[in-house]
């Protein structure tokens, strides 16, 4: 069975430095891997996912994740953060050919100025 | 395009009263994903809706319950309200899985369910 761990429960970064949100996963084969965006009192929003092929993922409003089958990682990345960045990322892996997804417990990130 | 949309936004009950929440998914998603989301516990898989039958459920009491309809919207219902039942409730919906398997699940913003 799948697993998704978000090892970072929150993070602070400054605006205008760079973010790396971690995440690690838990599948015989390569998976389908997602990771979405949840501000206050919203729902989650789609950033980027990798079913297959190139390892680095381009996503909306400037983030990146990079796939690593030999750690077990797909990290989210943004070279620059803003402010309006502040929310809860959620990681989450669902298995080729199957029906579920599980979702990481997320990791909340603070900007400060 | 029309995204999945929620109803009520917010929902205030009491403890013994029953709580229904409804969903219409993305036009052309067939399937219907229930979460609870409590404070500091994450995103709970409560249910799976697709093609107008139940495909999975999460590890909770009978007292949640649901239904998908022909036009593939949502309700979940849940009986005899606790305390612990406060939460914000998120559906989402995607592409039928057994043809296009794990696609991109797309959220509403949710119902807060509030129980005093």
């Known amino acids: 069975a799948q697993s998704v761990t978000q090892p970072d429960i929150h993070i602070t970064v400054s605006e205008g430095a760079s973010l790396e949100l971690r995440c690690n996963y838990s599948y015989g084969a390569t998976p389908y891997l997602f990771w979405y965006v949840q501000s206050p009192g919203q729902g989650l929003q789609l950033l980027l996912k990798?079913?297959?092929?190139?390892?680095l993922v381009q996503g909306i409003k400037g983030f990146e994740a990079e796939f690593k089958r030999s750690q077990s990682s797909f990290n989210l990345r943004k070279p620059s953060v803003h402010w309006s960045d502040a929310a809860e990322y959620f990681c989450?892996?669902?298995?080729?050919?199957?029906?579920?997804?599980?979702f990481g417990a997320g990791t909340r990130l603070f900007v400060k100025a | 395009e029309a995204g999945v949309t929620q109803s009520p936004t917010h929902l205030i009950k009491t403890r013994g009263q029953q709580a229904t929440l409804r969903c219409s998914p993305i036009?052309?998603?067939?399937?219907v994903y229930w979460y609870q989301q409590a404070l500091g516990l994450g995103l709970q898989f409560l249910l799976w809706?697709?093609?107008?039958?139940?495909?999975n459920r999460g590890n909770f009491p009978p007292r949640f319950s649901g239904r998908q309809f022909p036009n593939y919207s949502s309700e979940l219902n849940v009986n005899a309200l606790e305390l612990e039942d406060s939460a914000l409730y998120l559906c989402?919906?995607?592409?039928?899985?057994?043809?296009?398997?794990?696609?991109?699940?797309?959220f509403g913003d949710g119902t807060r369910l509030s129980i005093l």
């Open positions: 989402a919906s995607s592409l039928e899985v057994r043809f296009f398997s794990n696609q991109p699940q797309h």
């Open positions: 036009s052309g998603h067939t399937s």
């Open positions: 809706y697709d093609e107008g039958e139940e495909r």
């Open positions: 989450a892996v669902g298995a080729p050919g199957g029906f579920k997804t599980i």
């Open positions: 990798y079913f297959s092929g190139d390892t």
